[in-house]
């Protein structure tokens, strides 16, 4: 069973940088497809970013476009989000989840999720 755990959130100010890491333990990541998604108060989770290196592919939201850089450690078991320039608009819960599917942007898609950090950007 794959377990997920997110860390790194906190309170920032717009323009800082943060980054976010997905720790999971009990199957290596090799073939799975594993994204980030973020969920503001009263709104839907929506999808961040995604990576899955079987396939060799990443994948952005447009609105995080050129600041957020999805990327995994060498021993191949965290990922990472670095998020740069942040804005207020990216105040979230940020989830990272996983899937054996080949790169979905849809939540339903995703078997496996943490439990959520929280990122606040304050303007």
């Known amino acids: 069973q794959l377990q997920l755990v997110e860390s790194g959130g906190g309170l920032v100010q717009a323009g800082d940088s943060l980054r976010l890491s997905c720790a999971a333990s009990g199957r290596a990541l090799n073939f799975y497809t594993v994204a980030w998604f973020r969920q503001a108060p009263g709104e839907e989770r929506l999808f961040v970013a995604l990576?899955?290196?079987?396939?060799?592919?990443?994948y952005y939201a447009d609105s995080v476009k050129g600041r957020f850089t999805i990327s995994r450690d060498t021993a191949g078991n965290t990922v990472h989000l670095r998020m740069t320039a942040l804005k207020p608009e990216d105040t979230a819960v940020y989830y990272c989840a996983a899937t054996r599917g080949a790169g979905p942007t849809t939540p339903q898609a995703y078997d496996y999720w943490g439990q959520g950090t929280q990122v606040t950007v304050s303007s």
């Open positions: 990576a899955s290196w079987s396939a060799g592919i990443t």
